[in-house]
Structures are given as structure tokens and as C-alpha cells.
């Protein structure tokens, strides 16, 4: 799966809100520090988690499923197995009407999942981390590779 940068400048450009779906309260887990670091960013971000729903995270309430989040969520992340994918695809699309963009984080790959998410006319990006990519393109590597935000503020 090859993206072109332009494309996912603008993707990162324009989306505002993001539903980060399989997002953890351990803040050593990666769902945990991208979302925290797109929240830092400015994105709004929208923690799913029915294991944690009703809990605060990044001054957001968790939610416990897409049908909770509000509506006008333009990204979906999700950080779950590549087998569980279509589901949340499928509801993504019959609850989030803004929706624009679905995000399968790295090591995810559904192409069943991005058919159908490209059959509704929204942008699909597989086997990336929006972190990542939103670091390399707009000029946030470090000399040591990716910040990721836990040990930069003590260097």
C-alpha cells in the first residue's frame, strides 16, 4: 500500500475530529500516545472503548461504540485487528454522517473494509499511523527517530 504524501497532508489537514476506536488508558500502549499526541495537536479526539466508556481521556468521555460518538467525527483510527475491522467500518458509516476518512493503524489491513469504505466515497489509508506520518510530513522527526512525545519534554 503505497500513499502518496499529498494525499495524506490532506488528509491530516483537514480532518478536526477523530474517533479513535480500541484506544487504551495505558499510557505505554500505542492507541494510547497517538491519540494523546493528535490531541495535542489540536484534533479533537473521540476515545472508543466499551471497556472503559463513561471514563474521561484527554477531556473527552470514552465512549463505547461509534453509535456514541458525536457526529461530526471526519476520522476514524482504529487500532484493532485487521479481522474486526469491517464491523467498525460498517457502523462508521451508517452513524457518522461527516465521516471522510477511515485509518487503519499499522499492522491493520482489511481490504474488504476499504472496498466498502471506498464505495461510500471516503478516503481509506491502511498499515500507517497518522503520528507517524503527520511527524514526517510536517517536519517533526528528531535526530533520533520519532518523538513521541513521553521523553522530548525531559530532553
Not at 76 to 87: T, Y
Not at 142 to 152: A, V
Amino acid at each position: 500500500m503505497t500513499y502518496e504524501d499529498a494525499f495524506l497532508k490532506d488528509v491530516l489537514t483537514r480532518t478536526k475530529v477523530v474517533a479513535v476506536v480500541g484506544v487504551s488508558m495505558n499510557p505505554v500502549r500505542p492507541s494510547y500516545y497517538v491519540a494523546r499526541y493528535l490531541s495535542l495537536k489540536g484534533y479533537r479526539v473521540i476515545p472508543v472503548n466499551p471497556g472503559h466508556a463513561g471514563k474521561i481521556l484527554f477531556g473527552e468521555e470514552v465512549r463505547a461504540s461509534l453509535a456514541d460518538c458525536p457526529k461530526d467525527v471526519d476520522m476514524v483510527d482504529i487500532f484493532r485487528r485487521s479481522e474486526h475491522v469491517l464491523p467498525i467500518v460498517e457502523e462508521a458509516l451508517e452513524v457518522l454522517p461527516d465521516l471522510r476518512t477511515v485509518w487503519m493503524q499499522i499492522g491493520v489491513v482489511n481490504h474488504e473494509a476499504e472496498a466498502l469504505a471506498q464505495e461510500h466515497g471516503k478516503d481509506v489509508i491502511m498499515h500507517r499511523c497518522p503520528k507517524i506520518e503527520y511527524q514526517r510530513l510536517f517536519g517533526e522527526l528528531r535526530m533520533g527517530g520519532f518523538n513521541t512525545g513521553i521523553l522530548s519534554s525531559k530532553l
